[in-house]
C-alpha cells in the first residue's frame, strides 16, 4: 500500500500544491485506520500560506473557504499578509474608523471584513492568522494560547492573551487583535500580529471622525507594540510564520508523516471557483458603505444673513442609512425662521437617497445660499 | 375594579422594553398594572431611529398582569404563552430560541436582520447576524415556515436561550420539534475542484441524501426513491417541491410511452415533458386513416444565399415592422374616370405617352392631398425622436420587376403635371424591367403608392417603407353595382385603396380626412383640375 506521503507528493506533481489536499480527504473516507474510531478520530491539521498581498483576494478566499470547505475532518490554519490597508469590521462606520480624506489621497484601501470587531491597519509588517474549525471545534482561547507558545518557545517574548483576547506584552501593549465570524456548521477565529508595522501610519490611517453617532461598533484603541522591536533585530514576519506552521501541525499530531504540510495559496477564480464573485462584492460600495450602519453627524453651517434670525449659523444633522442619506434636519428649530425650516426641508427631500460623502456639508451650505429670486418662486407655487 | 386597574394607554415607542432596568422601572412607577397589547405585534422600533414601518401602538386592551410575573423578561413572550393571539387553526408558531453560542455568551446584540415578518424561510436560511464581543455570529432557521413576531430590532440586546422570532409551520410538520441530524446535513469532503459557490443542480454521492423528515415521510407515502428525485434546495436538499414535480414528470411520462408515434416525417420527436402537444388520451373510435400517398419529390431543394435586392428587402422589412402600422380602406367610384380613360389616351398619345393609364392621375391627386396633409409626407428617424416635414412630394411606386419588389420614386410631384409624371413613369419601369435604376431613384421617396391591383386583389395591407410614414395600395377596378344619388341600380366602377400609415405620427383622422380628399379628386375629375397646382 502506497504510503499517504509518497501518494501526496505524487499528485502535487501532476495536480499541483491542493493535489495534496484532495489524498488527505479521499485517503480518510476511503480507508479508515482500523485502530482509531472514526467519530473521535481529530481533525487533520491544514496550513494554508497565502501568495497574494491584495487584501480583498486574501479576505475573498477567507470568506469562500468559511462557506465552502467542511471543517469536520479539517482545522485549517491560514496565513496571509497585506500591502497597506485599512480593515474595519462588519458592523462598523468606516468614516469613524479610518482617516477617510487621508487615505483616499494616500491611495490606501478600506476593506470591510465578514466579522465583527473592531478597525486594523495592515501592512507589510503585519501577519494575518485565521483559524478554521468545525462550530462546535471553536475555541479562540486554544489558538490565541497556541500562539503565545511558539512567542514564548521560539522567540522568547512574554506574551499573553488578556480577557479582551487581545494578545499583549509588556504593559498592556497590543500586539495582535481578534475577531471571529459563526455559521451554522464553521467558524472562523481570526487576529493580527504586529511585527514590524509602521507605527506612525498605523495612527494617522485610524484617525477617524469620533464626531459621528451611531450604533456601529467601536473600536476599543489601544497602545500598540510591535513584536520585532521586542524580539529581536533578526525576528521576521517569515520566521513566524514558519514557526506558527510548524507549530500548529505538530501540535496533536503523533504522527507527523499525516502533516500535509505547507500549501501555497494563489487566491484566484480559476483555483477557486466562485472565488471572483466573492472578490467583486466585497470591493463593491454596496458592501463596504452600504453596510454602515445609521449615523447622525452634526455640524455647524453658517447662514447669510437673509436666513439668519438670532444666530449667524445653524446645526445641521445628516442622518445617514448604509451610507444613502435618509434626512437632513435642523438642531434647534425653533429659533430658525420659517424660511429656514422650509428650506431644509426642501434640502432634505432632494439629498434623500443619495449616496452620503464628506463634502455634503459643503454642498448643503451651497444649498443654503440660494440667491433669493428661487426663494420667492417657491412662494407663488 | 376599574379603577383599581390602572390603565395606562401608550404607545411602544417610547417604551423601551428591553433593558432591564427600564421594564423594572415601567413596573415600580405603574405598579403591576401594565397593559398588554394584542401578541400579534410587529416589532417595536423604540430607539430614535426612524422607520415608520415598524411603529406600533396600542389598541385598548386592558388586561391585569398578575403579580407573580415580575422578572425582566420580554413582553412579547408573555403575551404568547398567555395565548391571547389568534393563530390559524392549520398552523403552528413555534418560538425559535436563540440557541447557545458558544464561549460561555449569555447575550448578544442584533446587528442586521436578512428577513422581515411574514417572509417564508426554508430550514437553514439565515435569519439574522448578531455579534458577541468579537464574533459576528450568523442565525439560522431551523424549521420551515413562515416569520411571525421578530423579537428584537436592529441593535437591541437579544439573550440566550430566549425566542428571538417565533416561525409560523404549517401543522402537517410535524417534526418541528425533532433535532436535525446534523451528520447527514453537512456534506463531506468536497474537492477543491469541484467546489462551486452556488450550483443549482448539486447531485450527491449516492447514500447522502438531504431532506426533513417530513418531506421523507411524503416519500414514503407516495412510494418514491429519494434518490430519484432532484433537488434544488441548498447543499442539493430534496424539498416538498421537488418531490410534487418528481410526481407529476412520473405521469407525464407514463402518457407519452403508451402513445403511439403516427408522425409523417420521422425526424420529428414529441418531447416528453410538454403534455400539451396534443398528446392526451389515447387514440380510440377514429376511422382509419388512408395511409398518405408518398408525393414525389422530382428535383433537389435548392439553397441559395440571399443578397442583392432581396437582402436589401429583407434588412428594410424588418425595420418596417418595428413601425406600429395602422390601416384605413375605402372603396372609391372611378366611374368618371374611366368614362373619360379614351381621351385621356389621346392626349397621352399626343404628348408622347404610349398606353396612358390611370396612376398618374392616381399620384398627382396624391401630391395635391399631401400638400393639405404635410404630416404624411413627413420622415421619422430611428428612434423617432424627430419628425421632418419634406418639402418635396417624392412619390414612389412599387414596381414588381425580375428581382424582385423595388420602389423607385418620382421626384417634385408637385411641380410636375399629369403628362410629365406619366413619363417618369415609364422610364422609371423601363429602367426597373432592365436593371438600370440609379441609386437617385430608389432612395429619398416620402410616399409611397403600390398598384398591385394591376396583378389582382382588392383590399390589401401593406408595409410602410421606413423613414416614411405612409404608404397606399390600390386595388384592381372592378365593375360592380352601385346606387347612385337618386335610388337607382347602376354600373360603376370600383376600386378599393388601402392606407398604412405610421400610428406613432399620424393619427386616424388625419389619414381618413387625406383619403377622403384623394378620393374626392378621383372620383370628380373636375375637382382636381380646380384645384390643380
Same mark, same amino acid.
Given at each position: 500500500m502506497l504510503s499517504l506521503k509518497k501518494l501526496s507528493t505524487n499528485l502535487v506533481r501532476n495536480y499541483g500544491p491542493l493535489g495534496a489536499v484532495s489524498t488527505s480527504l479521499y485517503g480518510s473516507t476511503s480507508q479508515p485506520s &482500523?485502530?482509531? &474510531?472514526?467519530?473521535? =478520530?481529530p481533525p487533520k491539521r491544514v496550513v494554508f500560506i497565502s501568495q497574494s498581498t491584495d487584501v480583498f483576494s486574501n479576505l475573498a478566499f477567507e470568506d469562500w473557504l468559511y462557506k465552502n470547505w467542511s471543517f469536520e475532518k479539517r482545522s485549517i490554519l491560514f496565513l496571509w499578509r497585506n500591502s497597506p490597508c485599512v480593515v474595519i469590521g462588519r458592523h462598523q462606520n468606516p468614516l469613524v474608523e479610518a482617516n477617510i480624506p487621508y487615505l483616499e489621497s494616500a491611495g490606501v484601501p478600506v476593506a470591510r471584513r465578514g466579522s465583527g470587531g473592531g478597525a486594523v491597519y495592515h501592512d507589510h509588517g503585519n501577519l494575518n492568522c485565521t483559524f478554521f474549525t468545525a462550530k462546535e471545534r471553536y475555541d479562540r482561547r486554544q489558538n490565541l494560547e497556541l500562539i503565545c507558545n511558539v512567542l514564548n518557545h521560539d522567540f522568547g517574548i512574554q506574551a499573553r492573551a488578556n480577557n479582551r483576547d487581545d494578545i499583549v506584552v509588556g504593559h498592556d501593549n497590543k500586539v495582535s487583535g481578534t475577531a471571529a465570524k459563526l455559521g451554522r456548521t464553521s467558524a472562523y477565529h481570526h487576529c493580527t500580529l504586529l511585527v514590524r508595522t509602521d507605527r506612525q501610519q498605523l495612527r494617522l490611517a485610524l484617525q477617524g471622525d469620533k464626531t459621528i453617532q451611531s450604533k456601529a461598533t467601536h473600536s476599543v484603541s489601544s497602545g500598540v507594540a510591535n513584536l520585532g522591536d521586542i524580539g529581536g533585530k533578526d525576528m521576521t514576519v517569515e520566521k513566524l510564520l514558519a514557526s506558527l506552521g510548524r507549530t500548529f501541525l505538530t501540535e !496533536? =499530531? !503523533?504522527? &507527523?508523516?499525516?502533516?500535509?504540510g505547507f500549501t501555497l495559496i494563489n487566491p484566484t477564480d480559476d483555483w477557486f471557483p466562485g472565488l471572483g464573485k466573492i472578490e467583486a462584492d466585497l470591493r463593491s460600495v454596496e458592501w463596504i458603505e452600504g453596510k454602515t450602519p445609521r449615523f447622525t453627524i452634526s455640524r455647524s453651517v453658517s447662514l447669510p444673513p437673509c436666513l439668519a434670525g438670532t444666530s449667524a449659523s445653524a446645526n445641521i444633522t445628516v442622518q445617514a442609512y448604509h451610507g444613502v442619506v435618509e434626512e437632513v434636519r435642523l438642531e434647534d428649530g425653533l429659533i430658525a425662521c420659517e424660511e429656514l425650516t422650509d428650506l431644509v426641508l426642501d434640502i432634505s427631500t432632494s439629498l434623500k437617497g443619495t449616496p452620503y460623502t464628506p463634502g455634503i456639508f459643503c454642498d448643503i451650505s451651497n444649498r443654503i445660499r440660494l440667491p433669493q429670486p428661487l426663494h420667492t418662486q417657491r412662494s407663488f407655487l | 375594579m376599574a379603577s383599581a386597574l390602572r390603565c395606562i394607554k401608550f404607545s411602544y415607542r417610547f417604551l423601551n422594553i428591553n433593558h432591564g432596568p427600564t421594564q423594572t422601572n415601567i413596573i415600580s412607577q405603574h405598579g403591576p398594572w401594565c397593559v398588554y397589547g394584542r401578541a400579534h405585534m410587529h416589532t417595536h422600533k423604540l430607539t430614535h431611529a426612524h422607520t415608520p414601518t415598524r411603529l406600533v401602538t396600542t389598541t385598548a386592551c386592558w388586561l391585569p398582569l398578575s403579580p407573580t410575573h415580575t422578572h425582566t423578561h420580554t413582553r412579547l413572550v408573555h403575551a404568547h404563552t398567555r395565548s391571547l393571539h389568534t393563530t390559524l387553526p392549520t398552523h403552528k408558531l413555534v418560538p425559535f430560541i436563540l440557541a447557545d453560542i458558544g464561549e460561555g455568551i449569555k447575550e448578544v446584540i442584533i446587528k442586521e436582520w436578512y428577513v422581515n415578518e411574514g417572509d417564508t424561510v426554508a430550514q437553514f436560511d439565515s435569519l439574522c447576524e448578531v455579534q458577541s464581543d468579537k464574533a459576528s455570529v450568523t442565525i439560522t432557521s431551523r424549521y420551515d415556515g413562515v416569520v411571525r413576531n421578530m423579537h428584537y430590532s436592529v441593535d437591541d440586546t437579544a439573550f440566550v436561550g430566549k425566542p428571538l422570532v417565533d416561525i409560523e409551520v *404549517?401543522?402537517? $410538520? $410535524? *417534526?418541528?420539534g425533532a433535532e436535525v441530524q446534523e451528520g447527514e446535513a453537512i456534506s463531506v469532503g468536497r474537492p477543491v475542484e469541484e467546489a462551486v459557490m452556488e450550483s443549482d443542480t448539486f447531485t450527491l454521492p449516492k447514500g447522502k441524501i438531504l431532506t426533513t423528515p417530513a418531506v421523507r415521510r411524503m416519500a414514503t407515502q407516495h412510494k418514491i426513491a429519494l434518490h430519484e428525485v432532484v433537488g434544488s434546495g441548498k447543499d442539493g436538499r430534496i424539498l416538498k417541491e421537488d418531490l410534487l414535480l418528481f410526481l407529476e414528470h412520473g405521469k407525464s411520462k407514463t402518457t407519452t410511452t403508451t402513445k403511439p408515434m403516427t408522425t409523417t416525417t420521422p425526424s420529428s420527436r414529441v418531447p416528453p415533458t410538454h403534455t400539451h402537444t396534443g398528446v392526451g388520451a389515447p387514440v380510440v373510435g377514429v376511422p382509419p386513416v388512408p395511409s398518405p400517398v408518398m408525393v414525389k419529390v422530382l428535383g433537389q431543394d435548392r439553397k441559395e444565399v440571399i443578397k442583392g435586392f432581396k437582402k436589401a428587402m429583407v434588412k428594410s422589412m424588418s425595420l418596417a415592422m418595428q413601425i406600429p402600422h395602422f390601416g384605413y380602406c375605402d372603396e372609391i367610384d372611378v366611374t368618371r374616370l374611366v368614362e373619360v380613360k379614351a381621351s385621356l389616351r389621346a392626349v397621352g398619345e399626343a404628348a408622347g405617352i404610349p398606353r396612358m393609364s390611370l396612376l398618374p392621375i392616381f399620384i398627382k391627386a396624391a401630391s395635391l392631398a399631401l400638400t393639405h396633409f404635410p404630416v404624411i409626407n413627413a420622415s421619422v428617424d430611428d428612434k423617432c425622436e424627430n419628425i421632418t416635414y419634406k418639402a418635396s412630394h417624392n412619390i414612389g411606386v412599387a414596381m414588381d420587376t425580375k428581382e424582385g419588389l423595388v420602389v423607385p420614386n418620382i421626384k417634385g410631384v408637385q411641380a410636375l403635371s399629369v403628362v410629365e409624371v406619366a413619363g417618369e413613369l415609364i422610364r422609371l419601369h423601363q429602367a426597373g424591367l432592365n436593371a438600370t435604376l440609379t441609386t437617385h431613384d430608389i432612395t429619398a421617396g416620402t410616399f409611397t403608392l403600390s398598384n398591385i391591383g394591376s396583378i389582382g386583389g382588392t383590399y390589401a395591407k401593406p408595409v410602410i417603407l421606413p423613414p416614411e410614414v405612409a404608404i397606399g395600395a390600390i386595388g384592381k377596378i372592378q365593375v360592380l353595382p352601385r346606387y347612385d344619388s337618386v335610388g337607382q341600380v347602376n354600373k360603376a366602377h370600383i376600386m378599393q385603396v388601402s392606407w398604412s400609415a405610421d400610428h406613432r405620427v399620424i393619427d386616424g383622422a388625419t389619414m381618413a380626412r387625406f383619403s377622403n380628399l384623394w378620393k374626392a379628386y378621383i372620383e370628380n375629375p373636375v375637382t382636381m383640375m380646380m384645384y390643380m397646382k
Open positions: &482500523p485502530s482509531r &474510531p472514526r467519530a473521535t =478520530e !496533536q =499530531e !503523533q504522527d &507527523p508523516r499525516l502533516a500535509n | *404549517s401543522k402537517e $410538520d $410535524d *417534526s418541528v
